[in-house]
């Protein structure tokens, strides 16, 4: 007996109708980005293994999936570092290309690449799929979309003033509410001199960004397993319990870092960015959350994530600003800010939540019932000008038994059938019913038109 076939863990299948909802969400975010001036551009699935390596930190380059190189890539290879397990060296060695690990890195690479063709500031937006070697579980996939929107080009806060607006849009007509936490990276660098521990604030925000789901006392337990000094640890604590409101936890954390140059900027910045959004008028809540490092090295300023307040489930958009990331592909000093929708876990979120318009998994507004070849030539006609109106339409193939055409049109969520049979066609009429109610009447062409629309 054949074995039956499967897909990779981590990896998903999509029916006809979780298309047409994944659609809804796609379509949702795409229209929002182009309401706010983004420009769509598109990158390869895979890029050089040089482009993605060390743009993500220690675990993020242990997550990237490996493309083996083309024909004998054994060839040349010191067999002494397969007999010695270095998988790591070997991995160098054969693999020279890697399936992207998000959207940001490959579009550094691409600004670099094109920058000569392009007008800074720069807005792109980009929907594609991403791929990573974790382990699966609920709300994380080896393989799900992303669906990103980045600025570059300019320095200017009023860029992430514009993201969060964006953000609060998205969500607002996805019906979905959030909470949007907000940091700066200089406040965490400002946090680790202050506790005496610069050399380690990439292992402090790799550590406390875990917080949420691992809880203090197991951050508190990986810092000191990642050298952090039991003195730091415990100067880390009061930066980490800061309540209240919104302007009193900024307040708090500016006097916490009163003395530090870098910490002040990032509270400077934090202010205008959080104020301004605030003053313009905000859906979503809005606040602080001084352990939020998102755990990747590129981030140099405002830390964005989003968090479903009605579903337990991860983050479902996060970005911020990354100043220096495309400095290592040649071309310094230039900043950009941006955010990363998660399309998987939204999708997830609007399951759960049932918050699918009623119409998202219909294909066609009307199929037309099929009675013999002269009805079904005349049924063609009018759905050629509902389709030129721009109304899906279909014919159902086949002169089948109504109630097997009607149960099709029920099964496929189509709210409306189109009968024209012997006295429709004499009358130059069609007979429009209504599923949902039941009701019938006789239309014009026209007329129908003008219902359906």
């Known amino acids: 007996m054949a074995q039956k076939p499967s897909i990779p863990k981590g990896t998903r299948d999509f029916t006809a109708e979780e298309m047409a909802r994944r659609n809804y969400i796609f379509d949702t975010i795409r229209d929002v980005f182009r309401l706010f001036g983004f420009r769509q551009i598109e990158t390869p699935a895979m890029e050089n293994l040089s482009t993605l390596m060390g743009k993500y930190g220690e675990e993020g380059d242990r997550l990237l999936f490996k493309i083996l190189n083309s024909g004998d890539y054994l060839s040349g290879v010191d067999r002494s570092l397969i007999d010695n397990n270095e998988t790591t060296k070997l991995a160098a060695k054969i693999c020279e290309k890697g399936l992207r690990y998000d959207l940001t890195v490959p579009f550094a690479r691409f600004v670099v690449q094109h920058r000569n063709d392009l007008q800074m500031p720069f807005k792109r937006f980009q929907i594609q799929p ?27 806060l009023y860029n992430e003033v514009e993201l969060l607006q964006l953000i609060d849009e998205v969500f607002s007509r996805l019906g979905i509410r959030i909470a949007i936490k907000v940091n700066n990276r200089k406040v965490l660098a400002g946090i680790a001199e202050i506790i005496g521990a610069p050399d380690k604030l990439t292992d402090i925000t790799v550590a406390i960004d875990k917080i949420d789901k691992i809880g203090l006392d197991k951050v508190n337990e990986e810092l000191a397993d990642r050298g952090l000094a039991p003195s730091a640890i415990e100067a880390l604590q009061p930066f980490l319990s800061i309540g209240g409101t919104l302007d009193e936890r900024l307040e708090a954390l500016g006097k916490a870092l009163a003395t530090n140059e870098t910490g002040q900027k990032g509270i400077e910045e934090l202010k205008f960015v959080t104020r301004t959004t605030v003053g313009l008028g905000l859906r979503a809540t809005l606040d602080l959350d001084v352990s939020l490092a998102r755990g990747l090295n590129y981030y140099t300023g405002t830390i964005i994530e989003v968090k479903a307040l009605d579903v337990e ?11 220096n990331l495309t400095g290592v592909f040649g071309m310094p000093g230039l900043s950009g800010v941006g955010i990363s929708f998660g399309a998987d876990r939204i999708y997830d979120v609007l399951n759960t939540l049932s918050l699918y318009p009623a119409d998202t998994s219909a294909a066609s507004k009307i199929i037309f019932a099929n009675f013999g070849d002269a009805e079904a030539s005349a049924s063609l006609k009018v759905i050629r000008s509902l389709r030129a109106a721009g109304i899906p339409a279909e014919l159902y193939p086949d002169n089948a038994k109504m109630k097997k055409q009607i149960g099709y049109a029920d099964a496929m969520h189509i709210p409306y059938v189109g009968i024209i049979g012997e006295s429709e066609m004499a009358e130059g009429k069609i007979t429009l019913k209504n599923l949902a109610s039941g009701d019938q009447q006789q239309l014009t062409v026209d007329e129908l038109i003008k219902t359906l629309a």
Do not use: L, N
């Open 130 to 156: 991403v791929w990573r070697a974790d382990r699966p579980q609920k709300g994380r996939y080896r393989e799900f979309y992303q669906c990103d929107a980045d600025i570059v080009g300019s320095e200017s």
């Open 313 to 323: 489930i991860g983050s479902i958009t996060g970005g911020g600003r990354y100043d």
